[in-house]
């Protein structure tokens, strides 16, 4: 056990587990850090939320911190933290200087939890109805941000091998910068795995996803506009349950149960509606990282139809929980085909629990994670010369960003 560590997370928001799949992923590393005998901070600019964790239950301090203020300075140069993590690369352009100038022997740490760029360009294409290409990523802005946010920090941690993968063969990333760390899982036991609901217990289609996320609501407008009628129609009595935190008027109004189009919701208890379900429906026809909706379906043996999108850098090579079709009318068939075919619905139940057990548990991961972070916490000083194009933004970044900063901070303390 490592002791007299101390962590400082800055969260873009506080976390949100049953919320979404960002939340999940943050308590993840919190508790690997907490495991470890770190003391861990969680700071954050963002408004307090009724759905956000105790993080105090955790044993995680909990701060408020302001935006462009130099009260962060004072704060973090007092805590003085080994290890900073910027949960998003807009975190790490807020406060990476100022952690760099007040703790400059600080690891820095960025977790993109997906790669931002690649989210929106993929969106920015599909609105103009044509297929993405690498050069939508080198025309974005938000990619300029993020590669120099990634470039600027000691490590990223990526939850995608593609998006790994993009990142050197498009933009040159040394891969001593980037570590591959996907969701954390805890191993399904077989007694666990024997208590879920069985096939007949089941019942109805189901969808999940917060939808202040752009690709959900794409994806349920594009089920009830589409796929929905072409599986009604084979199954009339068919039922889709559509749960989801944040829901807006827009999507409250797709509500259609004489369609059997069920609009329910933020989920009380997301779990037991997962494994309740017969069959995932995820027709995401954009989007980046891992789909925290798909691994949720995976630990509770429900199996899932979705997309190439939704299924990538997922399940490496070992077959899907289910099926991988982007053509509607196909997508169609093959969800009225595995809600019927309990032979075909328990195959694809048990790719889901060896995707899990192959590629998700969080022991395949935790321990070179730590090791991983110690050993650059003792080489930073020779991995931050390595990195001379990081060290050109941090210091370009420290003559633009931080005085416009000030100036926002002198604006704000002169109205």
């Given at each position: 056990?490592?002791?007299n560590?101390?962590?400082?997370?800055l969260?873009?928001?506080?976390?949100?587990?049953?919320?979404?799949?960002?939340?999940?992923?943050m308590?993840?590393?919190?508790?690997?850090?907490?495991?470890q005998?770190?003391?861990v901070?969680?700071?954050?600019?963002?408004?307090?939320?009724?759905?956000m964790?105790?993080l105090?239950?955790?044993?995680?301090?909990?701060?408020?911190?302001?935006?462009?203020?130099?009260?962060?300075?004072?704060?973090?140069?007092?805590?003085?933290?080994?290890?900073?993590l910027?949960?998003?690369f807009?975190?790490?352009?807020?406060?990476?200087?100022?952690?760099?100038?007040?703790?400059p022997?600080a690891?820095?740490?960025?977790d993109?939890?997906?790669?931002?760029?690649?989210r929106?360009?993929?969106?920015k294409?599909?609105?103009?109805n044509?297929?993405?290409t690498?050069?939508?990523?080198?025309v974005?802005?938000?990619?300029?941000?993020?590669?120099?946010?990634?470039?600027?920090?000691d490590?990223?941690?990526?939850?995608?091998?593609?998006?790994?993968?993009?990142?050197?063969?498009?933009?040159?990333?040394?891969?001593?910068?980037?570590?591959y760390?996907?969701?954390?899982?805890?191993?399904?036991?077989?007694?666990?795995?024997?208590?879920?609901p069985s096939?007949?217990?089941?019942?109805?289609?189901?969808?999940?996803?917060n939808?202040?996320?752009?690709?959900?609501?794409?994806?349920?407008?594009?089920?009830?506009?589409?796929?929905?009628?072409?599986?009604?129609?084979?199954?009339?009595?068919?039922?889709?349950?559509?749960?989801?935190?944040?829901?807006?008027?827009?999507?409250?109004?797709?509500?259609?149960?004489?369609?059997g189009?069920?609009?329910?919701?933020?989920?009380?208890?997301?779990?037991?509606v997962v494994?309740?379900?017969?069959?995932?429906?995820?027709?995401?026809?954009?989007?980046?990282?891992i789909?925290?909706?798909?691994?949720?379906?995976?630990?509770f043996?429900t199996?899932?139809?979705?997309?190439?999108?939704?299924?990538?850098?997922?399940?490496?090579d070992l077959?899907?929980n289910?099926?991988?079709?982007?053509?509607?009318q196909?997508?169609?068939?093959?969800?009225?085909e595995?809600?019927?075919?309990?032979?075909?619905?328990?195959?694809?139940?048990?790719?889901?629990?060896?995707i899990?057990?192959?590629?998700?548990?969080?022991?395949?991961?935790?321990?070179?994670?730590?090791?991983?972070?110690l050993?650059?916490?003792?080489?930073i000083?020779?991995?931050?010369?390595?990195n001379?194009?990081?060290?050109?933004?941090?210091?370009?970044t420290?003559?633009?960003?931080?005085?416009?900063?000030?100036w926002?901070?002198?604006?704000?303390r002169?109205?």
């Amino acid at each position: 056990m490592m002791a007299n560590q101390r962590v400082l997370i800055l969260g873009f928001v506080w976390p949100e587990p049953n919320s979404s799949a960002a939340g999940g992923r943050m308590i993840q590393l919190i508790s690997i850090f907490k495991e470890q005998g770190f003391d861990v901070t969680f700071a954050s600019s963002a408004s307090d939320s009724d759905y956000m964790i105790d993080l105090e239950s955790l044993a995680v301090a909990k701060k408020s911190i302001t935006l462009n203020c130099s009260s962060f300075d004072v704060f973090v140069k007092e805590l003085n933290p080994s290890i900073v993590l910027f949960d998003r690369f807009m975190m790490e352009e807020q406060y990476g200087w100022r952690v760099a100038e007040n703790c400059p022997d600080a690891l820095r740490l960025l977790d993109t939890e997906d790669l931002h760029c690649l989210r929106l360009a993929r969106q920015k294409a599909f609105k103009e109805n044509r297929q993405f290409t690498i050069d939508d990523l080198l025309v974005e802005d938000v990619a300029k941000r993020e590669i120099a946010s990634i470039l600027r920090s000691d490590i990223s941690f990526m939850i995608s091998e593609f998006e790994m993968e993009l990142l050197q063969s498009v933009f040159k990333i040394d891969s001593k910068l980037l570590y591959y760390l996907p969701l954390l899982l805890e191993p399904i036991d077989d007694l666990t795995i024997q208590n879920l609901p069985s096939f007949e217990e089941r019942k109805n289609f189901f969808f999940i996803g917060n939808f202040l996320h752009e690709p959900n609501w794409n994806a349920v407008q594009y089920l009830k506009e589409t796929i929905w009628p072409l599986i009604r129609k084979q199954m009339p009595e068919s039922v889709l349950q559509i749960y989801g935190a944040y829901p807006s008027q827009k999507i409250l109004q797709l509500h259609k149960s004489a369609e059997g189009f069920y609009i329910m919701g933020r989920a009380d208890d997301a779990q037991e509606v997962v494994r309740n379900a017969r069959v995932v429906l995820a027709p995401l026809r954009f989007g980046a990282g891992i789909k925290g909706k798909l691994v949720e379906a995976m630990q509770f043996g429900t199996p899932s139809i979705t997309t190439t999108i939704g299924a990538e850098s997922m399940c490496g090579d070992l077959p899907w929980n289910g099926f991988i079709a982007d053509d509607p009318q196909v997508f169609a068939d093959k969800a009225v085909e595995l809600y019927q075919d309990k032979t075909l619905w328990l195959k694809a139940q048990e790719n889901g629990f060896l995707i899990i057990e192959k590629r998700y548990l969080k022991c395949l991961f935790a321990n070179d994670f730590v090791d991983n972070i110690l050993k650059m916490q003792t080489h930073i000083k020779q991995h931050r010369l390595d990195n001379f194009m990081g060290s050109l933004l941090q210091h370009h970044t420290l003559t633009s960003t931080k005085y416009m900063s000030r100036w926002i901070e002198e604006k704000n303390r002169r109205r």
